[in-house]
């Protein structure tokens, strides 16, 4: 019996690549065995691998150790040399190589049984990761969570609106008064304070659901596989699966979305994908998908969210192909990605993510849109004692810049002054608007007051029957074109969603929510984008979303009213 090839001691392991790659190997090889520096710190042949694989960092090294250029310039020959007779990255060739080696060592050493069982993780991406079925199934899943999103959690959000609206105000404004709070302190905190946080927080049961679909998908492991399915997709728009996992991340906060990119070992395809993350639309702002979609779309508000979150995508993906394509062309951005296996999701991980995020929101919403709702007040009331919202500070600056929005149909100075509160978070555009528009209950009457006791009753029966309603919602979701009840009651308090549909017409709301999808999400994705790539590209990031959802809103409402619409 003959000894294995891989147990002969007289045998090195090698991996042997095409003569073309061997030669170049050679060149690049004999140049770095001049350097002792080197030969003390790495193998020459695993370097120069490393050079044609395209390793910046090692390159550095080299060149800083060296001082010799023609290190440099043979690189730059040996891999434009290779590329021209590879259609694949040089990275990907070489790889295809390594893993041939090991194929064939496999065979020689290992016996492996003809009629190997397929595990449940194979038999599930035969389906998920199908090349024909596979991103049907990931847009279906993704339309799903959405419908999830608008429609499940609805009672529970109207149910927060009225205790925020409702009780929670009355109890507030009757703390004030016993406490003989002056006038002012009252106003600001029944005008500025209880709408424009509460007009926030009861978005949380819908990024509660949106927190947790993102969990499963990520503890499940599908989250791999939807890179992996949208690889094929992607590379169409100069771009690799890998990119899709930050984007992925953008659907929640497109501040750790940028942060993200830096998993990407290329930096201009850090560039390109932390550009593209900004048109991804982050949790801020859904409250204003949501509440526009069921002012405007009660009825097809799921299929208005899903399709801006699908336009989002589509517009990255653009920017991405036009950046590759300009900017960084001959930019090879290859994707090796290790497919974990199928796994249930544990109670506790999915418990924990969703309650982190939904803390860090509330936290939001103490901090960010408590301050910022001070002083959009203020300004509404300075001059002091202005009576006229438009006279007041924010009225005259918001009415300088409105005509700018009078060519997409909202040129209010109301939503004007939303749009620049939505600059430091997007969710302030919902709340400067409940401000604005007076979405604050009145004063509570003292005189006849409920007890504490006849709240807390109502409180519950409503509880009660959003829990019953967020079921026969669950379950119609399951359900799709069963009509197993009665149609739903309206909001508890559409006050604000009613005024809007007095200000806007449906097609000037389209326009509005393309201009709040593609615009800057906020200052901190900018600062986020400079402190990553530098202010040169998060000025240039700033002009071109500025650019495009101004352009975008004025050719959806202008091209709507050619062909009649309004």
């Not at 819908?206 to 503890?219: D, H, P, Q, R, T």
């Not at 799709?480 to 449906?506: C, D, H, I």
Request: charge should be neutral; proline fraction near 5%.
């Amino acid at each position: 019996m003959s000894t294995p090839a891989l147990l002969r001691p007289q045998t090195a392991l090698r991996v042997e690549y095409s003569p073309e790659i061997e030669t170049e190997l050679g060149h690049l090889t004999l140049l770095l065995e001049q350097s002792q520096a080197l030969l003390a710190l790495y193998p020459p042949r695993w370097l120069a691998i490393q050079l044609l694989e395209g390793d910046e960092l090692l390159l550095a090294e080299v060149l800083a150790t060296t001082q010799n250029s023609e290190i440099s310039q043979t690189l730059q020959k040996s891999r434009a040399k290779l590329q021209e007779q590879y259609s694949d990255a040089l990275e990907v060739v070489l790889a295809d190589y390594r893993y041939s080696f090991v194929q064939s060592l496999v065979k020689e050493v290992l016996t492996r049984k003809h009629n190997q069982s397929l595990t449940t993780s194979d038999r599930i991406d035969k389906i998920v990761t199908n090349r024909y079925f596979g991103i049907p199934f990931f847009l279906i899943l993704i339309y799903f969570i959405f419908n999830l999103v608008q429609n499940v959690s609805a009672p529970f959000s109207d149910w927060l609106d009225f205790v925020l609206h409702g009780p929670l105000t009355k109890w507030v404004m009757v703390l004030l008064h016993l406490g003989q709070a002056p006038a002012w302190l009252v106003a600001l905190v029944r005008d500025g304070v209880l709408p424009g946080v509460g007009g926030v927080l009861i978005f949380l049961p819908s990024l509660a659901i949106l927190y947790l679909a993102l969990a499963l998908l990520e503890e499940t492991g599908y989250m791999a596989r939807a890179a992996f399915v949208m690889d094929q997709t992607m590379n169409l728009f100069g771009l690799h699966g890998k990119a899709f996992l930050p984007l992925i991340l953008g659907f929640g906060c497109n501040v750790s979305a940028v942060y993200a990119t830096r998993t990407i070992e290329s930096r201009p395809a850090r560039i390109v994908v932390g550009l593209m993350v900004p048109f991804i639309s982050c949790s801020a702002r859904l409250p204003v998908y949501i509440v526009f979609g069921m002012a405007f779309f009660p009825h097809h508000a799921d299929l208005i969210i899903f399709g801006l979150y699908l336009f989002g995508v589509v517009i990255a993906c653009a920017v991405g192909l036009t950046l590759s394509q300009l900017t960084f062309r001959g930019e090879q951005m290859t994707m090796v990605m290790e497919m974990p296996a199928y796994h249930m999701p544990t109670l506790r991980n999915l418990t924990t993510y969703v309650w982190q995020n939904c803390v860090q929101f509330t936290r939001n919403a103490g901090t960010v849109v408590l301050a910022t709702s001070i002083v959009l007040w203020l300004f509404l009331n300075l001059p002091w004692g202005t009576q006229n919202p438009r006279e007041s500070l924010y009225g005259q600056v918001s009415a300088t810049i409105a005509p700018v929005f009078e060519p997409a149909g909202f040129g209010r100075w109301e939503v004007t002054g939303a749009l620049l509160s939505g600059f430091i978070d997007k969710k302030m555009i919902i709340s400067s608007l409940a401000q604005l528009y007076g979405n604050a209950l009145p004063a509570p009457e003292l005189s006849q007051p409920t007890t504490l006791a006849q709240d807390l009753t109502q409180l519950g029966e409503k509880f009660g029957a959003a829990t019953l309603e967020t079921g026969k919602q669950l379950l119609a979701t399951f359900t799709p074109g069963l009509n197993l009840f009665a149609a739903s009651a309206e909001p508890t308090n559409p006050t604000l969603r009613t005024k809007l549909s007095q200000v806007f017409s449906p097609l000037a709301a389209i326009a509005f929510l393309g201009f709040t999808l593609l615009c800057t999400p906020c200052i901190a994705t900018l600062a986020a984008q400079a402190q990553e790539y530098g202010w040169r590209w998060a000025i240039f990031a700033f002009g071109l979303h500025a650019f495009l959802s101004w352009s975008v809103a004025v050719a959806i409402y202008q091209g709507g009213r050619l062909f009649g619409l309004s």
